[in-house]
């Protein structure tokens, strides 16, 4: 075992030594490798900031589309965040069906319940987490988890316990300032958390008017709330006020909304044609991007297997002087594998310092102007960095042994006679 762990610590040390002996041939070629995958980095680090922001400035502007109760007055100029609070619902369980329409890519539903804060008449609009686009894109402080999310101008501070029809409930975000009044004056908080409430309240109403409250979460809901009201304990879980749909990149608004048209008693609502062509031109544009850095780097892999197929026949005769003395086949293919390794890796390493380099002056020139426009630049996550520098690095060595690997087994097949007279010739 230990031979054989020597045996190829003398290999890699022979492929190392061939990298010295024609540096500038090998520094070229490390060069070509060094700006497909510095350029690959950037574009894939870029390309992620850019779509975040633009992502989360386009959830913004809100839906494509609203479906909402036939009855219900929506405000058009906010079709994107909310409708007008109403008693007019639909059943929870048409997302399913709104879902399976072609060209849709989310359906957000939204409940909006009148309710006490605080003794004060407030309203409550009830959202899922998971598939919502248009509330949690507006978070400015917090983290939106459980619990309420305050609009923009409510005067309570992040942190902050304030009593919901007599429950106790934790302020854990803060929107920013939207401008239209229903969404900067209601509270938000999740479809289970709205349960939560209402369960509150059925059990204060099922206690004896004369028990006291033996503690705070005790305490009986507030008499006095309309049929439809969190307070009442009468409000209907299965139901929700809108469905908030974002088209696909590829949908076209006539088609969804002639889909959506066999529902009944709905009302379909389109929100500004602009902002959604604009949104799904940036999704095709995104992908093109991605189609491009891919075919370059296509590109790259073909260059090098050229580059490895000359090399490798430039030493005909001394891969054939090798397997003359008596080495063997595997071990001929593993210098030549190893030599390309050495060299693309390297080239992968120095390709994430040029890499950084161009990242920084795009976020100095571009980058600062995106957010002169509202679209933010933030850097991704430190692990999304750490994997993509490690996938570059090991892309950089696949792509060494990919482009010599098939020169490589064309070698290994070689006589060691016919290597030496092919180079005669």
């Avoid at 386009?58 to 405000?75: K, S």
């Avoid at 934790?170 to 009044?181: A, D, E, Q, Y």
């Avoid at 002087?321 to 086949?329: I, V």
């Avoid at 064309?410 to 006679?417: D, G, I, Q």
């Amino acid at each position: 075992m230990s031979g054989r762990r020597h045996d190829r610590w003398l290999l890699i040390r022979l492929a190392a030594q061939n990298v010295g002996r024609c540096r500038l041939r090998a520094m070229f070629l490390g060069a070509a490798v060094m700006l497909g995958v510095g350029i690959g980095f950037a574009s894939f680090v870029a390309g992620w900031a850019l779509w975040q922001g633009m992502a989360q400035s386009f959830a913004r502007m809100g839906a494509d589309l609203l479906v909402v109760p036939r009855a219900t007055l929506v405000n058009i100029t906010a079709s994107l965040l909310t409708v007008q609070p109403t008693d007019e619902t639909l059943a929870a369980e048409l997302a399913q069906r709104i879902s399976a329409i072609p060209g849709l890519a989310r359906v957000a539903p939204q409940r909006i319940v009148p309710a006490l804060v605080e003794g004060n008449s407030a309203t409550l609009i009830a959202f899922d987490p998971a598939q919502d686009f248009s509330v949690l894109s507006w978070v400015e402080a917090g983290q939106g988890g459980p619990g309420l999310i305050a609009g923009g101008v409510l005067p309570i501070r992040l942190g902050e316990t304030v009593s919901v029809c007599g429950m106790p409930m934790r302020i854990s975000g803060r929107l920013g300032k939207t401008g239209v009044g229903p969404f900067d004056e209601s509270y938000f908080l999740s479809f289970d958390a709205l349960a939560e409430i209402v369960l509150f309240c059925r059990r204060s109403d099922a206690r004896p008017k004369s028990a006291a409250p033996a503690k705070v979460d005790d305490v009986p809901a507030v008499a006095g709330m309309s049929h439809a009201g969190a307070c009442s304990g009468d409000l209907q879980l299965d139901r929700v006020s809108a469905f908030l749909l974002q088209l696909s990149p590829a949908a076209k608004v006539e088609d969804v909304k002639f889909a959506l048209a066999r529902f009944a008693d709905v009302k379909i609502v389109e929100g500004n044609g602009v902002l959604t062509s604009s949104r799904q031109a940036l999704s095709t544009l995104l992908i093109g991007m991605a189609v491009f850095t891919a075919l370059e780097l296509a590109a790259l892999l073909i260059l090098l297997a050229l580059l490895f197929s000359a090399i490798v026949q430039e030493r005909y005769r001394e891969v054939g002087l090798l397997r003359a003395l008596g080495a063997k086949p595997n071990q001929i293919m593993t210098i030549i594998l190893a030599e390309a390794a050495v060299i693309t890796g390297l080239g992968g390493l120095a390709g994430l310092g040029f890499g950084a380099a161009v990242l920084l002056m795009f976020a100095r020139s571009l980058g600062f102007y995106f957010a002169l426009l509202g679209v933010p630049f933030s850097w991704p996550p430190a692990a999304v960095l750490e994997a993509g520098a490690l996938l570059a690095i090991v892309f950089s060595v696949a792509l060494g042994l990919l482009g010599a690997f098939l020169p490589a087994w064309r070698v290994r097949r070689m006589e060691p006679y016919a290597l030496i007279q092919a180079e005669a010739r």
